[in-house]
């Protein structure tokens, strides 16, 4: 078709138009607001996000369902995962390589040890780079160079059913990473029973008629490292002296041990303070929890007393059940030598400089 | 329009429609690509899943020579005395009620992030002499889109201390139930 206009002003082809600019600016708009407002639209193409929850769920797996491993000091085997028991060193020619883990067993998932946890929280606040090559975060062992850091918390929840004070949480494990986060931190939270050690229980609902008590400890070993625990619970009396005695029946004159030094007494999971000046009196839901550390049975050359059979508890009225036999700690048929568990909430959380 | 020649040219409104379609071919790459590749949803559903797994591994623990301010679920387990609820109904069992509250416990331990978004049912599966039996016995809610199961067996056997009169008239010993939790966020 002919135009009445100039052949020069009739040719327009190749310009862009105005309808298609504004066209493309929508389309461009939409585009752009689409991946902003779906957030984490592209969040699995990353790779940092896919390694960070993988190495932080992996990290987590170790410490809570595996005891940890220990290879290499002169006379104790390898592959033993007491590892909290010897000192642990870096190289492997002075100490114990191994691998933390604050499981009590291999076959209890879960369930952590204390010691474990407490061997855990001295090395890392201490040594944390030796702390993070035992957890497998400093990558300079594999292929790579990545290095992770890492903060830890494991707070243990000890209110007890009856409790009318709230909730009661004690923290047992508190690492921070020396270096602060980026802002690209993946969380990871486990949820695990404490195993805090073995206690006599002495139920004093039954039969109680004896303002004494003593507890036979003479069948302890030599390799027996933990304190001696007696939770004393459906009582009505006040307990007010606590000693030591080299036979049954045989109240000694005043106690050597130092309070606070030698044995702590625990009212419902506090401390007693003032315990040495008015005792404390219980009720019967209350739980009173008398520790004996193992150093106070001790001379400082670590062996054993060898007069101390029996510890000595004494009431200001007939509130125990025991008379004069006296309760083996160990191997008591009634009152037993009990576990006490506490549920408890790990948290970690692991990040990395190389994915900022 | 004799005068001018536009063959060729994309207007405002092709353009809306262009970018609709290539919206829409992304969204679909993008959706059928997240089938294989991990990614931070499939991280978060683990994450509950684990929780609630720990949930259980957590509670089972052999009460013999052990004690903790929880019962193990072996326990609850053999003091439930058949009740099953509705999701109108309280828990009527007072060992599956001690359960409860337990486990909302742990779940809500974390004092700086309170885990309050999470809900579960919890559900029994056994086999007696009557059949399979599904029982739910724990009801806090309807499960949500994502909602993790986790399971853990309880084996009862016939001298078993604080056993209900239901397990005991039931008479199927040993008997295995498998405690099934629903988890899911709010």
Same mark, same amino acid.
């Given at each position: 078709m002919r135009s009445i206009f100039p052949e020069t002003l009739d040719n327009d082809r190749g310009q862009s138009s105005i309808d298609f600019i504004f066209g493309f600016g929508v389309f461009l708009l939409t585009f752009i607001f689409a991946i902003s407002f779906?957030? $984490?639209? %592209?969040?699995? %193409?990353?790779?940092d996000a896919i390694d960070l929850s993988s190495v932080a769920y992996r990290t987590s797996a170790l410490l809570v369902e595996d005891p940890g491993w220990f290879i290499g000091v002169s006379g104790i085997p390898a592959g *033993?995962?007491?590892?909290?028991?010897y000192p642990l060193n870096d190289t492997e020619a002075t100490g114990a390589g191994l691998r933390i883990g604050l499981a &009590? &067993?291999? =076959?209890?998932?879960?369930?952590?040890s204390i010691d474990k946890i407490n061997a855990f929280n001295v090395l890392a606040n201490d040594n944390y780079s030796i702390a993070r090559d035992k957890m497998g975060l400093? $990558?300079?062992?594999? =292929?790579g160079s990545i290095q992770y850091d890492f903060n830890i918390t494991l707070v243990m929840n000890t209110t007890?059913? /009856?409790?009318?004070?709230g909730v009661k949480n004690v923290t047992l494990l508190n690492v921070t990473s020396p270096s602060s986060h980026n802002n690209n931190v993946e969380l990871f939270e486990r949820k695990v029973m404490v195993d805090t050690g073995k206690q006599l229980?002495?139920?004093? =609902?039954?039969s109680p008629d004896q303002n004494y008590q003593w507890i036979n400890i /003479?069948?302890?070993?030599?390799? &027996?490292?933990d304190n001696i625990t007696i939770r004393i619970y459906n009582a009505l009396g006040g307990v007010n002296k606590i000693g030591w005695s080299s036979a049954s029946g045989i109240i000694p004159p005043s106690s050597t041990w130092v309070y606070g030094d030698d044995y702590m007494v625990y009212l419902n999971g506090d401390p007693v303070y003032n315990f040495l000046t008015s005792g404390v009196n219980l009720n019967s839901s209350d739980i009173l929890e008398v520790v004996i550390h193992n *150093?106070?049975?001790?001379?400082p050359s670590g062996?054993?007393?060898?007069?101390?059979k029996f510890i000595y508890l004494h009431a200001? =009225?007939?509130? %125990?059940? $025991?008379? /004069?036999? $006296?309760?083996?700690? %160990?191997?008591d048929q009634v009152y037993r030598l009990t576990d006490v568990y506490y549920p408890a909430t790990l948290r970690l959380e692991l990040w990395s400089y190389v994915f900022a | 329009m004799c005068s001018r020649n536009d063959k060729g040219q994309i207007y405002t409104m092709e353009g809306i429609t262009a970018s609709l379609i290539i919206l829409g071919v992304l969204l679909f790459i993008i959706e059928a690509n997240s089938l294989v590749v991990p990614q931070t949803e499939k991280v978060i559903d683990m994450k509950l899943g684990q929780v609630s797994n720990d949930v259980l591994t957590s509670l089972d623990w052999d009460s013999y020579d052990s004690w903790s301010t929880t019962g193990s679920l072996e326990s609850y387990v053999a003091g439930w005395n058949g009740h099953t609820v509705t999701?109108?109904? @309280?828990?009527?069992d007072p060992d599956l009620a001690a359960l409860n509250a337990n486990i909302t416990a742990m779940l809500q331990q974390?004092? !700086?992030?309170? !885990?309050?978004d999470i809900q579960y049912n919890l559900e029994f599966f056994y086999i007696n002499g009557t059949g399979k039996h599904s029982d739910?016995?724990?009801? @806090?809610?309807e499960p949500g889109d994502n909602s993790m199961v986790s399971t853990r067996l309880v084996t009862l056997n016939q @001298?078993?201390?604080?056993?209900?009169p239901f397990w005991q008239g039931d008479d199927t010993f040993p008997q295995v139930v498998q405690v099934k939790m629903i988890c899911w966020h709010v």
């Open positions: 779906v957030t $984490g639209l %592209f969040t699995p %193409f990353q790779p *033993s995962p007491s590892w909290e028991t &009590n &067993n291999k =076959s209890t998932p879960n369930m952590l400093n $990558g300079s062992i594999e =292929s007890l059913p /009856s409790s009318t004070n229980f002495l139920n004093c =609902s039954i /003479s069948n302890i070993t030599p390799d &027996n490292y *150093s106070a049975l001790r001379d062996n054993l007393y060898p007069n101390i200001n =009225s007939p509130m %125990f059940p $025991g008379g /004069s036999y $006296g309760i083996d700690y %160990f191997n | 999701y109108s109904s @309280n828990i009527p974390d004092e !700086q992030y309170k !885990q309050t739910m016995v724990i009801i @806090n809610g @001298n078993d201390i604080g056993l209900s």
